[in-house]
């Protein structure tokens, strides 16, 4: 009976996500604010921080091995995990699983079975299809492309992987994405704006959908309107505006694209660049306050679609820096707030305080916070978390909101401060998971001790009881994988 009124806590979670009022997130959010910067800079209180029995983190790490007996992560004790759809590995007809494991997101299926759509970041020279998504050719977007996505059904009660298939493909440079309208399918982006002066046959740089119904590879087909620039994240909310991340170093911009049909993305909209209120040269990547309470706004991008590389020609940050809008540094993962319209998003290299030799922060994790015409008469940003040092978060990327209300961070070591970690021994740039609950604790729930990889992707069945994450990987067979982890979740904040 335990188990299942602890399922039952954790399923409706995602089951009320997009149903609660916005003041909700909005005064959770508030309330932890100064514990998030104290907690992290207090470093005798990490883990002894107590709420109604539970802990602030999840206790010691250990190198634990997967189902095949191979030590892949450190995890805390009685979590356990399988890894399946490794780097190279054959399925299907004569066809291996593609490098670059990145973003991904969880859709519901059929009994115990979950569906994953996960991008692969591939960043070959055009045309070359080494450990590339090699989809069927007349549904590719450009013939040249070989990045793309996987789809994948995986039975949580057995733990394995059911089936994998090749979902979309053509396309360049997939790094992250989110869910649609009523998580109707995979948006998945493409970080790079490169094109024809690069060998290709087709301009990069858009969106393209993989609907979650679909069972074998759809035609990849750009929206072009909705921007074309280094795409990181795009996630749509409850009224089918999507919320899109540009990770462009300290030239990013926050976007909204409103469409004119939610249900058809095709059928066009106005894309708009995030804009501190009175302040028209705005750089938010350093001398920020945490939970200061920013007043913002929206300005026109009137060329979604640039010719790039032409004469005179404005990129899309261009065309908003100019307008007044807000520039940030390399904002990557983005994640729906509980209301359905808020918007948690991460700059991974913005902070005040720098690396030793760079002009890079540790990372920021900002929430944006919709007008609600009540009890908040403007759209507001908030800066929740910025990471003080790279011993507490060190470049995060994707990101995702937990069913206990806490935040997981995937690392990407962009620093290059070669830091180790006792785990992992003979490994430098370490990457983790980590945590952030809901009472501003910060700490390590996991680490990545095969090799340098980033974390990517992490996302919740939705009964919330299994963690499935990538493991990016290079081009070594089994570099790359998803991870599916599970254990005792109620000891802790997540």
Not at 65 to 93: H, M, W
Not at 277 to 283: R, S, Y
Request: glycine share 14%.
């Amino acid at each position: 009976m335990k188990d299942a009124t602890k399922s039952s806590t954790r399923r409706s979670f995602f089951k009320r996500t997009g149903a609660i009022a916005g003041g909700v997130v909005t005064g959770a959010t508030l309330s932890s604010l100064g514990a998030h910067m104290a907690l992290a800079h207090d470093d005798e209180r990490h883990g002894h921080h107590r709420e109604r029995g539970r802990r602030s983190d999840y206790g010691d790490l250990q190198p634990t091995p997967d189902q095949d007996g191979n030590t892949i992560l450190a995890l805390p004790k009685d979590f356990r995990y399988v890894t399946f759809s490794k780097t190279g590995e054959a399925f299907g007809s004569g066809l291996v699983v593609p490098r670059n494991h990145d973003g991904m997101a969880c859709f519901e299926g059929r009994g115990h079975i979950v569906r994953l759509i996960r991008n692969h970041e591939l960043r070959n020279a055009a045309g070359d299809f080494t450990l590339g998504v090699n989809g069927p050719a007349h549904l590719r977007y450009d013939a040249k492309g070989m990045g793309g996505c996987m789809t994948l059904d995986f039975d949580t009660h057995r733990k394995r992987l059911v089936r994998q298939f090749i979902s979309i493909g053509g396309t360049f440079v997939n790094c992250s994405g989110g869910w649609s309208w009523h998580h109707k399918g995979w948006i998945t982006c493409e970080e790079t704006t490169a094109g024809v002066s690069n060998g290709f046959e087709k301009p990069h740089g858009y969106n393209f959908l993989v609907p979650a119904s679909a069972d074998s590879t759809v035609p990849a087909v750009p929206f072009k309107e909705m921007g074309r620039f280094s795409h990181e994240a795009s996630v749509a909310d409850d009224r089918g505006i999507v919320y899109q991340t540009e990770d462009a170093g300290n030239n990013s911009g926050f976007y909204r694209f409103i469409p004119n049909d939610p249900r058809n993305l095709l059928a066009g909209g106005s894309l708009e660049m995030l804009a501190a209120t009175g302040n028209q040269t705005a750089v938010m990547f350093t001398g920020q306050q945490v939970g200061a309470r920013l007043p913002v706004s929206w300005v026109p991008i009137p060329v979604p679609d640039p010719n790039l590389g032409s004469a005179g020609v404005l990129s899309c940050f261009q065309q908003g820096r100019a307008a007044g809008g807000a520039a940030f540094n390399r904002l990557e993962g983005i994640f729906r707030g509980e209301d359905g319209r808020s918007m948690y998003f991460i700059s991974t290299s913005g902070g005040t305080i720098k690396a030793p030799g760079t002009t890079n922060g540790f990372g920021q994790l900002w929430h944006y916070l919709t007008a609600d015409g009540r009890l908040q008469e403007e759209d507001q940003l908030v800066l929740v978390f910025e990471s003080p040092s790279g011993s507490v978060l060190e470049s995060p990327d994707n990101l995702c909101l937990t069913p206990n209300g806490g935040v997981l961070f995937c690392e990407d070591d962009a620093i290059g401060d070669a830091d180790a970690h006792a785990l992992a021994p003979g490994l430098t740039d370490i990457n983790r998971l980590v945590g952030l609950g809901a009472k501003g604790e910060v700490f390590t729930f996991a680490v990545n001790v095969l090799n340098d990889s980033e974390f990517a992707g992490a996302c919740f069945s939705a009964d919330g009881e299994i963690l499935f994450v990538n493991l990016f990987g290079d081009a070594a067979p089994g570099s790359g994988m998803t991870c599916a982890i599970w254990g005792p979740w109620e000891r802790g904040p997540l």
